[in-house]
């Protein structure tokens, strides 16, 4: 018995340490940058893979920017590990895994009119998540009115494989890490203000958070923000409605003055007066009408063709 307790004396500073260095760890600060796998120089992760029974295809490597692959790199920064760090002039995402060195991925930010800055938290993540377009954009977009309801996820949902939801001061502003079917987008400004990440590259991120982790979204110039910037969403395009036509003007002088002319009256015959009027004939000569008479009055013998013989 006595043996037995001097035994377990001994043992005891062995588990005290043990008991102590466990109390040091969070158990829900999920896995250590110690315990993560880091990514490889040259390694190619965008290989083909299945998840949840959806095929995620492969990548062709080259063509996407080296600077925008992921890799460990060094990373001078005061932020402590498991800070994610949003750099939209750059279009990188930075989460830190250690005293100044970050895994690094590319991003695709906020187009012009959608870049917001700020700090906020991870609030959630979901796999494959349901999309739901927000009324602004659908109100911009009207063929997204068959998602009002949701578009479940697959491999063609704007959100891709992974989201991972963040909230600042406690709102939801609907801003997103997420993945995406258009990995082409990757180190462009091409979102409504969400962070898009290439599938491989967001399920990677996504296996290392545990919830409640910082992200800080720098300005649009790369600097530390000062505080939170949410834009105004842009009102939605409403059809210009045509304009009336202006009446042209003449300036005075510029065309001669017309006088008006009274319409001539224009007499046209009727078929009645027509049959009316008989044909024009020649006049009688006035000797054959008027002559014979005075002759036959002065001649003292019959006429002889309707003249008076000589003499008589």
Not at 109 to 133: D, H, Q
Not at 142 to 158: C, D, V
Not at 188 to 208: E, H
Not at 266 to 272: L, Q, Y
Request: net charge positive; charged share 15%; glycine share 8%.
């Amino acid at each position: 018995m006595l043996q037995t307790s001097r035994r377990f004396i001994r043992l005891t500073p062995a588990l005290l340490a043990a008991a102590l260095l466990a109390a040091c760890v969070d158990p829900a600060a999920g896995p250590t940058a110690s315990t993560q796998v880091m990514p490889k120089a040259g390694e190619n992760v965008y290989v083909a893979t299945m998840d949840a029974g959806i095929q995620i295809p492969a990548l062709p490597v080259e063509k996407i920017p080296e600077t925008h692959r992921r890799q460990v790199v060094a990373y001078e920064t005061d932020q402590p590990a498991g800070t994610i760090i949003i750099n939209p002039k750059t279009r990188l995402l930075y989460y830190v895994v250690g005293k100044n060195k970050a895994i690094r991925y590319g991003i695709s930010v906020g187009r012009a009119g959608f870049e917001w800055s700020g700090e906020a938290i991870v609030a959630e993540k979901k796999p494959w998540p349901t999309w739901t377009p927000p009324k602004e954009m659908i109100a911009r977009d009207p063929k997204l009115a068959k998602w009002e309801n949701g578009q479940p996820g697959g491999p063609t949902n704007p959100l891709g494989a992974r989201a991972i939801y963040l909230t600042s001061g406690g709102k939801d502003y609907g801003y997103r890490i997420h993945g995406t079917p258009e990995w082409q987008s990757i180190g462009r400004n091409a979102s409504s203000g969400c962070i898009r990440m290439i599938n491989q590259d967001v399920m990677d991120l996504y296996g290392r958070l545990s919830g409640g982790e910082k992200v800080i979204v720098l300005t649009a110039s790369g600097e530390m923000p000062k505080g939170l910037y949410i834009p105004k969403p842009p009102a939605p395009k409403v059809a210009a409605k045509p304009k009336a036509a202006n009446p042209v003007v003449v300036p005075a002088g510029a065309v001669p003055a017309l006088k008006v002319l009274p319409t001539p009256s224009i007499a046209v015959a009727t078929p009645a007066a027509t049959s009316a009027v008989a044909p024009a004939t020649p006049a009688p000569a006035a000797t054959t009408t008027t002559a014979p008479a005075a002759a036959e009055a002065d001649c003292k013998v019959p006429l002889v063709n309707g003249a008076c013989p000589p003499g008589n």
